[in-house]
């Protein structure tokens, strides 16, 4: 059981625009910054959003972030069949002094 | 190109303990803090553990206190994982990942190793 909860699929048609929840509570999301990381299966992690809504160099403006209270969003907007991959989310967790991860969402576009 | 590369497979016995390599390239090793995390068969990402290479003070999640060992060694720019006690739940895939940001400070993974999977089996 992950301590953030993301839902474990979504979906969306080429040029759609999705989003893709995670709920924590005050101790994670609630008091500390959010990232993101893309996942293709068999495939090392890489960051996709980090400190709420920045993104590394090479990532395209279609990927943005979001908070309000203790959860956390991320937009793909355009999408494309490129952005099919495992998504999730992490923050910093002040209780268990560590970072927790989202259980993962597995994107299919269709 | 800021590249961390792991060490190869592992296959190990219920019992005894696995070490994992990660070496960086492409910038200055003691800069950043290096992190672990790890990922079972089909499951999510799990942190295990943080090392910072210039003191080498290590910080490690409390399920995994007392069976992980973070180490470093600076010369060949290369950070270490140990974990004893191995059980069949051990058993996944195991990152080593760079954090810019210290992660208690709020930071992130970047970049990630390309994963060195151990498996536990009698």
């Known amino acids: 059981q992950s301590v953030l909860t993301q839902p474990p699929s979504a979906s969306g048609t080429p040029g759609q625009r999705i989003t893709i929840s995670c709920s924590g509570s005050?101790?994670?999301?609630?008091?500390?910054?959010v990232n993101w990381y893309l996942q293709v299966p068999g495939t090392a992690p890489k960051l996709l959003i980090y400190?709420?809504?920045q993104r590394p160099s090479g990532v395209p403006d279609r990927f943005s972030g979001s908070k309000s209270g203790t959860s956390a969003s991320l937009a793909i907007s355009g999408l494309q069949s490129e952005d099919e991959a495992d998504y999730y989310c992490?923050?910093?967790?002040?209780?268990?002094?560590?970072?927790?991860f989202g259980g993962g969402t597995k994107l299919t576009v269709l | 190109q800021v590249q961390l590369v792991q060490s190869g497979a592992e296959v190990k016995k219920p019992g005894a303990s696995v070490k994992v390599s990660c070496k960086a390239s492409?910038?200055?090793?003691?800069?950043?803090?290096i992190n672990w995390v790890r990922q079972a068969t089909g499951q999510g990402l799990e942190w295990m553990g943080w090392?910072?290479?210039?003191?080498?003070?290590?910080g490690y999640a409390q399920r995994f206190q007392g069976r992980v060992t973070m180490t470093r060694n600076t010369s060949i720019s290369t950070a270490y994982m140990e974990l004893s006690s191995l059980s069949s739940e051990d058993t996944a895939v195991y990152y080593c990942?760079?954090?810019?940001?210290?992660?208690?400070?709020?930071?992130?993974?970047?970049?990630w190793g390309q994963g060195t999977l151990v498996t536990v089996s009698s």
């Open positions: 005050s101790s994670n999301i609630g008091s500390n910054t």
């Open positions: 990942a760079r954090a810019p940001v210290p992660a208690q400070f709020g930071g992130w993974f970047d970049p």
């Open positions: 400190s709420y809504n």
């Open positions: 992490a923050a910093w967790d002040d209780s268990l002094n560590g970072p927790v």
């Open positions: 090392m910072n290479p210039n003191s080498g003070d290590s």
């Open positions: 492409g910038y200055t090793f003691i800069t950043y803090d």
